[in-house]
């Protein structure tokens, strides 16, 4: 997809696919669970932007499905195996070609090194700011063309839940939920306003009334990033593995969400009054797709 240059809006971004040089990978830790290296969060001196075509900007998520090289055993029966999946994430990439890209499921920096090396595209370089899910290892990142104006950062807010008014079902699960996979940053590309990356990886299961509790909790958490850089006035692309629909922008099959976590990704700030019409700051580009090509990848183990 690209962003436009006149009035650009205030985008959401929507891909969740589930498809099946800067190296720090050594051979001799293959199979010996290497150390995990998380030293790319940092924005360089001067940002970069390595697009051969400044005219056009193209931005793309998708889950990786556990791109791990060091704790490969956490999903693949081998470290061969777990390679041969990168490297066919690697063709994938190198033929979609897109400039930002952001991902789910991903080890740590030195994956992303070797993701790079796969591609055998230079022009990309690897950013992740770790996060907290010490149950799967997984974290997001960027792979990209255009460098970050600031360091990726993150919030360790947390926001109760069940939030008042949910649908989601029988359950007497309560809480308080952060977000364990996500980062902040801003981007200032050529010929293109500058504009914040929300990226986030949120809780799994769409139709499971606790996690949809939960769920709601963690869009609360990122409504409240977002608002603060929309309030000042900055453009904001979110984007992600959200685990769940978008009830305005249904998808192929017309699944209905139990959960409200798209509608607070979208209208990060509230109207005061019960009665007052809504307005979504954000929008689902999806919607710019024929709902016939709208497709969903739910897994469901």
Request: glycine residues 6%; charged residues 20%.
């Amino acid at each position: 997809m690209g962003l436009g240059t006149e009035q650009t809006p205030v985008w959401l971004v929507v891909l969740v696919w589930s498809v099946l040089g800067l190296s720090v990978w050594s051979t001799a830790s293959v199979g010996a669970q290497a150390q995990l290296t998380f030293n790319c969060a940092a924005a360089l001196a001067v940002a970069g932007d390595r697009r051969l075509d400044k005219s056009t900007l193209t931005i793309a998520h998708w889950n990786v499905e556990w791109l791990f090289l060091s704790k490969w055993d956490k999903r693949w029966s081998s470290y061969e195996e777990a390679m041969a999946h990168l490297k066919l994430v690697a063709g994938v990439m190198k033929a979609l070609n897109v400039d930002v890209w952001h991902l789910a499921e991903v080890e740590d920096c030195s994956v992303l090194g070797k993701l790079i090396d796969a591609i055998g595209d230079s022009t990309y370089k690897p950013y992740m700011v770790r996060g907290t899910d010490t149950a799967t290892g997984q974290n997001v990142a960027l792979l990209t063309r255009v460098d970050p104006v600031v360091n990726l950062t993150r919030t360790e807010a947390r926001a109760a839940y069940p939030v008042l008014g949910n649908n989601c079902g029988s359950t007497s699960v309560s809480g308080t939920s952060a977000v364990s996979k996500h980062l902040i940053t801003r981007l200032h590309p050529q010929n293109f306003p500058p504009f914040v990356v929300v990226g986030a990886h949120l809780l799994a299961f769409p139709d499971e009334a606790s996690r949809c509790r939960q769920r709601e909790a963690q869009a609360l958490v990122l409504q409240g990033v977002i608002a603060s850089h929309v309030q000042a006035g900055l453009n904001v692309v979110c984007m992600g593995d959200f685990n769940d629909w978008d009830l305005q922008v249904p998808d192929v099959k017309s699944s209905r969400p139990i959960s409200r976590a798209l509608s607070f990704l979208k209208d990060v700030i509230p109207e005061k009054e019960e009665d007052e019409a809504v307005t979504y700051e954000l929008v689902n580009v999806a919607q710019n797709v024929a709902q016939s090509t709208r497709f969903t990848a739910y897994y469901n183990p």
